[in-house]
T-cell receptor
Framework: GQNIDQPTEMTATEGAIVQINCTYQ??????LFWYQQHAGEAPTFLSY????GLEEKGRFSSFLSRSKGYSYLLLKELQMKDSASYLC?????????????FGGGTRVLVKP | EPEVTQTPSHQVTQMGQEVILRCVPI?????FYWYRQILGQKVEFLVS????????KSEIFDDQFSVERPDGSNFTLKIRSTKLEDSAMYFC??????????FGPGTRLTVL
């Protein structure tokens, strides 16, 4: 089975940096994804790691350590529109349909 | 930019009725998924579909659920006899190769 843990909520100030941690235990690993979800909307893709290390995409970066079962999403230069839930998801192997298993999400509140 | 589309955006039904949720995946994608999200809870995998057959399904996807790709563009989820606990947002997702799953805007299903 799969178990994914991330903090429930975080608060940060506009312009600051926030790091959202995600730990996972999985029986078959085929990549870790980060999605952003605004209330009442669909998850939108942010970042993807399959190998260890840091992936940078503009203001968002994601890090993965497969040996530790650990990832983080780094949001820099926070803007008010970044207030949303951030979902960590582990992808299963193709034999298991490449399905995504999501954590509960971390709600980030950006304050002025 | 191509998008996954879903109809209807909101469906209200009586308990015991059948519902069909419709999705049009991105046109050159090969892998198709249904997920659901009960209000305030995590996104949960229901089923994956590849090469005209189910490749993986979750425990939630029991005999009341079925999926179909009736033509080259649509992908449907049918719930035969809805229960109160089926009330949720249902998201369709599609993927081209083994990369990123892109989500549709969702159908909010309310069972009364």
């Amino acid at each position: 089975g799969q178990n994914i843990d991330q903090p429930t909520e975080m608060t940060a100030t506009e312009g600051a940096i926030v790091q959202i941690n995600c730990t996972y235990q999985t029986s078959g690993f085929n990549g870790l994804f980060w999605y952003q979800q605004h209330a009442g909307e669909a998850p939108t893709f942010l970042s993807y790691n399959v190998l260890d290390g840091l992936e940078e995409k503009g203001r968002f970066s994601s890090f993965l350590s497969r040996s530790k079962g650990y990832s983080y999403l780094l949001l820099k230069e926070l803007q008010m529109k970044d207030s949303a839930s951030y979902l960590c998801a582990v992808r299963a192997l193709k034999a298991a349909g490449n399905k995504l298993t999501f954590g509960g999400g971390t709600r980030v509140l950006v304050k002025p | 930019e191509p998008e996954v589309t879903q109809t209807p955006s909101h469906q209200v039904t009586q308990m015991g009725q059948e519902v069909i949720l419709r999705c049009v995946p991105i046109s050159n994608h090969l892998y198709f998924y249904w997920y659901r999200q009960i209000l305030g809870q995590k996104v949960e995998f229901l089923v994956s579909f590849y090469n005209n057959e189910i490749s993986e399904k979750s425990e939630i996807f029991d005999d009341q659920f079925s999926v179909e790709r009736p033509d080259g563009s649509n992908f449907t989820l049918k719930i035969r006899s809805t229960k109160l606990e089926d009330s949720a947002m249902y998201f369709c997702a599609s993927m081209q190769g083994e990369d990123t799953q892109y989500f549709g805007p969702g159908t909010r299903l309310t069972v009364l």
